[in-house]
């Protein structure tokens, strides 16, 4: 199976792959979501990585004491942070220079372009509301960045969106995902959760694009 097959596997079927982290890891598979949650806030180049059904995968196997849920929290919550605070730094170095090109396969401009209007829209309450909605969320502290919002005032909204967020998700693994048909039908929970999440963001794009 090569990375890709490897990746889009681990996204679909993200909880017997969590589990094997665990059987195999143990304890190292917290840095390991940490760095996950990380990269999918931080980096533009990954907004496809998991975070929503992450969270609550985690959240269900807290419920099962196979991990813990204080710990969860702190990690997810810390990752979330610094995630976002990196995406800004970057914004605030680099700007809009590396979309120059409307065709790039890496930086998709109508990402940026969402992300500005979601932005424009919702102002600094849009780095809190983006964290509930899939790659804008990625790209939101990025485009904050490049329009030099004051960084205390981002911090704010950044530290309050990762809580809200992972508490959402995370205690809602928790709490529903020690139900017997949730835990019999995780491959399709996990599956309503990503669908519901990126629908919004597959409309603006096609808004984006028919308009372009």
């Known amino acids: 199976m090569g990375p890709i097959e490897w990746l889009i596997d681990f996204i679909l079927h993200i909880d017997t792959s969590l589990l094997t982290l665990i059987n195999t890891f143990g304890n190292f598979v917290y840095p390991m979501i940490f760095l996950v949650v990380f990269c999918e ?3 533009i180049v990954t ?4 975070g929503d059904s992450l969270i609550f995968i985690a959240g269900a196997f ?14 997810f919550v810390l990752a979330a942070f610094l995630g976002d605070a990196a995406n800004y730094a970057l914004g605030s170095l680099i700007g809009p220079r590396v979309f120059h090109s409307e ?3 890496i930086f998709k ?10 932005y424009a829209k919702h102002g600094g309450a849009a780095i ?4 509930f909605v899939p790659i804008v ?5 990025f485009v904050a960045g490049v329009g030099k919002m004051p960084y205390r005032y981002f911090a704010v909204y950044n530290l309050l969106g990762g809580i809200a967020w992972v508490t ?5 693994g928790f709490f529903f995902g020690g139900i017997q048909i949730v835990k019999s039908n995780l491959s399709l929970v996990i599956l309503g959760i990503v669908a519901v999440s990126l629908l919004p963001t597959l409309i603006k794009v096609l808004q984006i694009r028919s308009k372009g």
């Open 41 to 43: 806030t931080g980096l």
């Open 47 to 50: 907004p496809f990585l998991p």
């Open 62 to 75: 807290a419920a099962q004491d196979i991990l813990s849920l204080p710990l969860l929290f702190l990690v």
């Open 103 to 105: 065709d790039s396969r």
């Open 109 to 118: 401009r109508e990402y940026l372009e969402m992300a500005q209007q979601f």
């Open 128 to 131: 809190f509301l983006a964290r």
């Open 137 to 141: 969320r990625t790209f939101a502290p």
């Open 168 to 172: 959402l998700f995370i205690l809602g």
